[in-house]
């Protein structure tokens, strides 16, 4: 019974952030609110939501190990799965944007300030600010782009009639799905957790991240299909950049996040190597499959020693 109420609570909070992200972006456009606000909001924190709403939870009920574990599980998922299948399945990547220069460092960066602010085991209140103002710093560094992110806003959006009590309706019920849905996949993970006498940072390093990374893997697969490579990569980046400072920094700000480092140290080796992995792709174009073939490798390993 527990599988299946994860099951529906997970889909109810990746829906919900859909709707969410949806009807805001609607709300956005009807107000004329520039296309770099609508799309550089969206694109450094929206795909990150299902993480923020499940990972928050987590650390307003005290279980640290949910909460971090769910970020570094997302992580590595969206750069060795996601990446990894946009490699694989992509005839041809090429992307306009040097995403080495630009936007490499914004993918370790945080991994980095992370390791660092684990040292003495806790990720404090003020680690919190301090990730939050990376985000913020990552939102500035994305107005140079204004023009690039209008571009990937939503064409048929723009072209919707916009009708006020529908998005407040759908608005409400996507902020009702996210809330529900999380709070009902803390407590249900927790359960699987204690029924197969394994971890809370395991189920949340497995089940929880890959649940929360769909969202992730579906935009940057229809990206990389219609040939928009630098929409699948720099989702991506935004993404593990909002995981690492808005959903770990607003979690933190819930509640001091407590991290077992020798505990678990493959995991926060793991999810350093896959962040130099993708920086070490960009900056040698290895857009290839071949590159696909070592992230996805590399994700076997990491379950394959979670598993053992």
Known sequence: MEYLIFVIALSSLIYGADFIINESEKIALHFNISSFVIGASLIAFGTSLPEMAASMTASYYHKSDMAVANVIGSVIFNISLVLGLVFFIAKDINPKRDLFKKDSA??????????????????????????????????????????????????????EKFNWFKSIFLLAIGFVLVIGGADYTIESA?????????????????????????????????????????????????????????????SALINPLSVNVSKNLFDIVSVLVVSIMLVFITANKLYAKSAGIVLLVMLALVIIHSIA
């Open 106 to 159: 914004w993918g370790l960066f945080p991994v980095l300030i992370f390791i660092v602010m684990i040292i003495d085991g806790e990720i404090s209140r003020i680690d919190g600010v301090l990730f939050i103002c990376v985000m913020i710093a990552y939102v500035i560094f994305l107005s140079s782009d204004a023009k690039e992110l209008a571009s990937e806003i939503d064409k048929n959006l723009k072209q």
């Open 190 to 250: 927790s359960h699987i957790a204690k029924n197969l006498g394994v971890s809370q940072w395991l189920i949340s390093l497995l089940l929880i991240a890959f649940g929360t990374s769909l969202p992730e893997l579906v935009v940057s697969i229809k990206a990389a299909r219609k040939g928009n490579a630098d929409m699948a990569i720099g989702n991506i980046i935004g993404s593990n950049v909002a995981n690492f400072s808005m959903v770990l920094g607003g």
